[in-house]
């Protein structure tokens, strides 16, 4: 990423704040599946911003790693942590994900929400557990204009074939995809 998306994501977070203690929940795409999100192993949270979804997933029982390019998010998402008493099982870092996937063990559960980097989806699959939930969303070129960070009808579905599909949809220039390892 280079550094002008840098700072202006720093912007964008600085700009909007710390997040609230009630916004903690899963993304909105994946609600309806709450029941199917683990409760206990690993979670990796991509692309993390503020870190509403990885709160989320450790007051559900995991222990969560979180990245995101933008140091003013990772700084609010950790104060979320604190705030929400769970900071001793999340480790957010500033990771610019353009450059791979860091290392690190299975994961139970990875959360990709409004973050596409073709390149990540080999590691991405590589990194789930066996039996591990992948609930991915990007900006979609269905039913908005095409766009470099948009993924084409299709994609998402396609790039993780061989997971088990669970649910997927594109509409509204938005796609998303809930799969199974």
Known sequence: MTTKDRVRWDEIYTS??????????????????????????????????????????????????GFDVSAVAIGHAR????????????????VDLDQGLPSGPPANVIVCHRFRDRRLDRAIIGRLAPGGLLAISALSEVGAAPGPFRAAPGELTSAFAELELIAADEADGVAWVLARR
Do not use: N
């Open 79 to 94: 104060d979320l942590a604190r705030r929400s008493g769970v900071e001793d099982r999340c480790r957010f870092d500033v």
């Open 16 to 65: 909007s704040g710390p997040p609230r203690a009630d916004a903690v929940g899963p993304p909105a795409l994946f609600a309806d599946f709450e029941d199917l999100f683990p409760t206990a192993g690993q979670a990796l949270d991509l692309a993390c911003g503020q870190g509403l979804a990885a709160v989320w997933l450790v007051r559900r029982g995991m222990a969560v790693r």
